[in-house]
């Protein structure tokens, strides 16, 4: 009798190790996001300096990320590091690396278009009651900055979430990669196995971004000025 | 003689060919109320901007109790905490409360106890008729009252001079009087103030010296009777001309 695909999913460790698989994902997607975050509020600072040099640095910077498709900065971090540095990064590293340098580009370009649009009168007013240019930064322009990009941000976080999915291609195994393996042991007993297991990926990646999104939006909410 | 708080001594300013601050040279003692006059455009507001070293000038010196001004200087910051500056805009911070929006500079760049500068703040509100309002975020606040908040932020740094960027320039008519009021309170409890304003009523009555620009220099100076009943200048009978005329 053919089994019914649901099954697979309960046959010997299978549900243990497509949670472990998103537990990498899971861990990925945290440690890049957090670093990129942070990198993210430094760069968008760094671009608002007028020096034309660093200008322009930034600007190449993120231009080239923009302009590169993950895939082949996942490749290239990984495979060429490996042939032209000698460097054994190991997958993980190499998708840890190329989710942050992608998403402090993105995300400092988010701080600086939210910086920039904040009135120069909050500057002045700070500058005139005395305070350093670094109490502005850290007590008036970033917090308004912060909730302006609140929505674009979170946007970039599921982004950068959903993307993980492409370090399968370099060897890693995370969510989908574990999928495919259970998808293809039984390929024989259960044909419909690939809708379930999918299915139940689905439902995982859904699990982690939703909650996201209604964060993002209540804090709208709060915030609004 | 009272040495001056302010001095400004020949100080330039131009925007490419442009000059908007030609040769202007004037003091401010202890205790003055200095008004500046002048029609749209004639620099006084850019004026007001070089006091603080907000602008950066190209000749001349600004100099308060003696101490050179000037926007690359390391201790700007510092100087800046002796000088309040109110603009037109009243751009108090929309995040924070309107205790917040007062009590954060005296405590961040004066490093004064919360405490003090809470209670300060509070008699501070208080004169000015806002103390339920401390609480409140600046847009819940109509015009008048975020400018009159605007004030007392500055005032809570002690500052040595204030200056006053057009500051009911952009309120609703109704809400002059209780923002000009606060001022010319201060000035009676004998605040160094210097003043750009477009209210010549308000100026006749606060002012114990008027100085009035055109083009970038000062044409006219002198106590408020002098110049509004008997200007010595064609430019200034002009000036003032035009504003009984809408009168």
Redesign the interface.
């Known amino acids: 009798m053919q089994d019914l695909g649901i099954k697979i999913l309960l046959q010997g460790d299978n549900l243990v190790r497509l949670l472990q698989g998103l537990g990498v994902t899971i861990s990925i997607s945290v440690i890049s996001v957090l670093l990129s975050l942070a990198f993210g509020v430094l760069l968008g600072i760094v671009m608002m300096v007028k020096n034309p040099l660093i200008r322009f640095i930034t600007r190449l910077y993120l231009e080239f990320i923009r302009i590169m498709p993950q895939l082949v900065l996942l490749f290239l971090v990984y495979f060429g590091s490996a042939k032209h540095l000698g460097w054994d990064l190991g997958g993980e590293t190499a998708s840890v690396i190329v989710f942050v340098l992608w998403g402090t580009a993105e995300m400092g370009d988010l701080v600086r278009g939210a910086l920039q649009s904040i009135?120069v009168?909050?500057t002045?007013?700070?500058?005139?009651?005395?305070?350093?240019k670094g109490?502005i930064y850290y007590?008036?322009l970033i917090?308004?900055a912060v909730?302006r990009l609140i929505p674009q941000a979170m946007n970039l976080v599921t982004r950068m979430i959903k993307t993980t999915s492409l370090i399968v291609l370099i060897g890693v195994v995370e969510v989908v990669k574990t999928g495919q393996q259970i998808i293809e042991s039984a390929r024989l007993t259960s044909p419909s196995a690939a809708l379930w297991i999918y299915g139940v990926i689905f439902f995982m990646y859904f699990i982690i971004c939703y909650p996201i999104s209604l964060i993002a939006g209540h804090l709208e909410k709060v915030?609004k000025? | 003689m009272e040495k001056p708080v302010l001095e400004i001594n020949h100080i330039e300013k131009a925007y490419g060919d442009h000059k908007v601050l030609d040769d202007i040279s004037f003091s401010v003692k202890k205790g003055e109320v200095v008004v500046v006059l002048g029609p749209s455009g004639c620099g006084k507001s850019t004026l007001l901007r070089c006091l603080n070293g907000l602008e950066n000038i190209q000749g001349g010196e600004v100099k308060l109790n003696g101490e050179q001004i000037s926007q690359n200087a390391k201790n700007i910051h510092q100087i800046r905490q002796k000088i309040g500056m109110v603009f037109q805009s009243y751009d108090l911070f929309p995040h924070m409360n309107i205790l917040k929006n007062i009590i954060l500079a005296p405590m961040k760049a004066q490093h004064r106890a919360k405490e003090e500068v809470t209670k300060e703040a509070e008699k501070l509100l208080k004169r000015v008729g806002l103390l339920e309002k401390k609480d409140a975020f600046p847009r819940q606040l109509s015009g008048g009252q975020k400018q009159r908040v605007a004030i007392v932020r500055a005032l809570c740094m002690h500052p040595e001079v204030m200056l006053f960027d057009e500051v009911t320039a952009s309120l609703d008519p109704e809400m002059v009087r209780e923002v000009l009021d606060v001022m010319l309170e201060m000035a009676q409890n004998g605040s160094t103030m210097v003043i750009v304003t477009h209210e010549m009523q308000f100026a006749k009555a606060v002012a114990d010296r008027i100085i009035f620009m055109d083009q970038g220099k000062i044409v006219e100076e002198g106590t408020p009777e002098e110049f509004f009943e008997n200007p010595k200048t064609d430019r200034a009978k002009q000036f003032l001309n035009v504003f009984e005329f809408v009168a």
């Not at chain 1, 002045?124 to 350093?132: D, V």
């Open positions: 009135s009168h909050q002045e007013s700070g500058k005139a009651l005395g305070l350093t109490q007590y008036i917090p308004q909730k915030w000025e």
